[in-house]
T-cell receptor, first 115, second 115 residues
Framework: SQKIEQNSEALNIQEGKTATLTCNYTNYSPAYLQWYRQDPGRGPVFLLLIRENEKEKRKERLKVTFDTTLKQSLFHITASQPADSATYLCALAAGGSGNTGKLIFGQGTTLQVKP | GAGVSQTPSNKVTEKGKYVELRCDPISGHTALYWYRQSLGQGPEFLIYFQGTGAADDSGLPNDRFFAVRPEGSVSTLKIQRTERGDSAVYLC?????????????FGQGTRLTVV
C-alpha cells in the first residue's frame, strides 16, 4: 500500500543550527511533493513544493531536496530560530501530475528550537 | 474574509446525533477540500470539490459522511449517526483550482468531539 513516513520522534535543536527533517515514501511515483508547517490549533500552512524533475528548491532559510530514486525528501531549516518550532508535514499528490485535491500527508515531525 | 473560515471551531455532540460542519473558502477559489486529522497524525483526505461537483470522494470513510457545495462556494460536511471514532479535527482547504496546481489554504479546523 502507499505510505509516507516522517520521523515520529520530536526533533530538538539549538537556535542557530540547521534542522533536517526526513520524508520517505513507498509505492508512489509522485509528480511533486509539498511541505507544510502546522502550529497547535491551526491548519497547515504551505511552505514549498518540489517537482519530480527538480533536485533541490530553496526559499529564504528553507531548502528541500527530492530524490525519486531513494523515494525521499529532506527539508532543511538553516539558522533555526525558536519561532520555527512547529510540526512539519510532507505531502504527496496521490493522483499523479496535474491539479489533484487528494494529498496524502505524512504524520508530521515536531521541531523544537531551543534558545 | 481573507482566509478560509470554518464554523463552529468546536463541536461536542452525543453518539448517534447528526452534525454539520461549515466551510467558507477564499472568494474565487473553485477547488475545495475536506480533510480529517487525529491527534499526532497528518491530515487524512476525505473529499475534493471542483466547483459544485465532488471530483473525488474516495476518502469518505462510509455512507454516514456526506458533503455538499451547492453554489460552488460554501461547503457543508454532514455526519449522520456520529460515533466516538469520528472525533477529530476536520480541516477545510481551498485553492484556485484548474489544471495547474496552486497553493491550498487551510482553515483552522473544527474540533469534533463525540461523547
Amino acid at each position: 500500500s502507499q505510505k509516507i513516513e516522517q520521523n515520529s520522534e520530536a526533533l530538538n535543536i539549538q537556535e542557530g543550527k540547521t534542522a533536517t527533517l526526513t520524508c520517505n515514501y513507498t509505492n508512489y511515483s509522485p509528480a511533486y511533493l509539498q511541505w507544510y508547517r502546522q502550529d497547535p490549533g491551526r491548519g497547515p500552512v504551505f511552505l514549498l513544493l518540489i517537482r519530480e524533475n527538480e533536485k533541490e528548491k530553496r526559499k529564504e532559510r528553507l531548502k528541500v531536496t527530492f530524490d525519486t530514486t531513494l523515494k525521499q525528501s529532506l527539508f532543511h531549516i538553516t539558522a533555526s530560530q525558536p519561532a520555527d518550532s512547529a510540526t512539519y508535514l510532507c505531502a504527496l499528490a496521490a493522483g499523479g501530475s496535474g491539479n489533484t485535491g487528494k494529498l496524502i500527508f505524512g504524520q508530521g515531525t515536531t521541531l523544537q528550537v531551543k534558545p | 474574509g481573507a482566509g478560509v473560515s470554518q464554523t463552529p471551531s468546536n463541536k461536542v455532540t452525543e453518539k448517534g446525533k447528526y452534525v454539520e460542519l461549515r466551510c467558507d473558502p477564499i472568494s474565487g477559489h473553485t477547488a475545495l477540500y475536506w480533510y480529517r486529522q487525529s491527534l499526532g497524525q497528518g491530515p487524512e483526505f476525505l473529499i475534493y470539490f471542483q466547483g459544485t461537483g465532488a471530483a473525488d470522494d474516495s476518502g469518505l470513510p462510509n455512507d454516514r459522511f456526506f458533503a455538499v457545495r451547492p453554489e460552488g462556494s460554501v461547503s457543508t460536511l454532514k455526519i449522520q449517526r456520529t460515533e466516538r471514532g469520528d472525533s477529530a479535527v476536520y480541516l477545510c482547504a481551498s485553492s484556485l483550482g484548474g489544471r495547474i496546481w496552486t497553493e491550498a489554504f487551510f482553515g483552522q479546523g473544527t474540533r469534533l468531539t463525540v461523547v
